[in-house]
C-alpha cells in the first residue's frame, strides 16, 4: 500500500487549500486514515483522521472548526480541507493509513506515531 499527498502550497492567512491523499490499495475498507502535520523544529503532530467507517472523524483542538477531512471511495482518495489559515499551520503534512481497529476511541489514532503506511508530505505555508 502507497499514500500519495498532494495539494499543498503558500496561502495567505486566512486562505484555503485542500490537501489530498490517495491509498494505491485495493479499497479504503479497513483502512483507518488520518492527517499528521510537522512544523520546523517541532514534533509531528496528529491532525485529523477519519474511521474505516468514514462515518467518524476527529480534530485536534487547533483545527477544530476550520480543517473538515473527508474521504471519496470510489477514487480511494482523503481529503483535509483547510480553511481560515494560520501562520502556524505551516508544515508539512502527512497521511497515514493504519489497518488496525481504531473504533473503539478514533482519537488514540492522532496520538501516536506508528501506523502501518506513510505518505510522503506536502508543504503547506501560510503567510502572515
Known amino acids: 500500500v502507497q499514500l500519495q499527498a498532494s495539494g499543498g502550497g503558500l496561502v495567505q492567512s486566512g486562505g484555503s487549500l485542500r490537501l489530498s491523499c490517495v491509498v494505491s490499495?485495493?479499497?479504503?475498507?479497513?483502512?483507518?486514515i488520518g492527517w499528521f502535520r510537522q512544523a520546523p523544529g517541532k514534533e509531528r503532530e496528529g491532525v485529523s483522521c477519519?474511521?474505516?467507517?468514514?462515518?467518524?472523524?476527529h480534530y485536534s483542538d487547533s483545527v477544530k472548526g476550520r480543517f473538515t477531512i473527508s474521504r471519496d471511495k470510489a477514487k480511494k482518495t482523503v481529503y483535509l480541507q483547510m480553511n481560515s489559515l494560520k501562520p502556524e499551520d505551516t508544515a508539512v503534512y502527512y497521511c497515514?493509513?493504519?489497518?488496525?481497529?481504531?473504533?473503539?476511541?478514533?482519537?488514540?489514532?492522532?496520538?501516536?506515531?506508528?501506523?502501518?503506511?506513510w505518505g510522503q508530505g506536502t508543504e503547506v505555508t501560510v503567510s502572515s
Open positions: 477519519i474511521s474505516e467507517s468514514g462515518d467518524s472523524t
Open positions: 490499495a485495493f479499497s479504503l475498507d479497513g483502512h483507518t
Open positions: 497515514a493509513s493504519d489497518l488496525r481497529d481504531w473504533s473503539f476511541r478514533l482519537s488514540d489514532f492522532l496520538s501516536v506515531d506508528d501506523h502501518d503506511y
